[in-house]
């Protein structure tokens, strides 16, 4: 998570690192993941995002595979209105 995350969501990341991102779901911090949607599939997934401070964002998550690990690199935009996925 870095401050352009922070600054566009308005979450800080003291309230989310560490945390898996299963429970940030639970919680309601974010109401879905793109990251769970990619490894589920192993595919790039973009979704529509709320965040518990009611900002709306279209995140895309995607996979960076190797025969020994998978890494997700996600990217954050604020949504405006009428933005379509």
Known sequence: MNTSYERITGI???????????KLVVQGIVN???????????????????????????????????ENICLV???IKKRKEGMVL
């Open 73 to 75: 690199k996600s990217k």
């Open 12 to 22: 800080k990341r003291e309230q989310v690192l560490g945390i898996a991102m299963e």
């Open 32 to 66: 879905h993941s793109a990251t769970l949607n990619v490894i589920k599939t192993g595919k790039m997934s973009t979704v529509d995002v709320t965040f518990q401070t009611n900002v709306r964002s279209i995140v895309t998550a995607t996979p960076l595979i190797d």
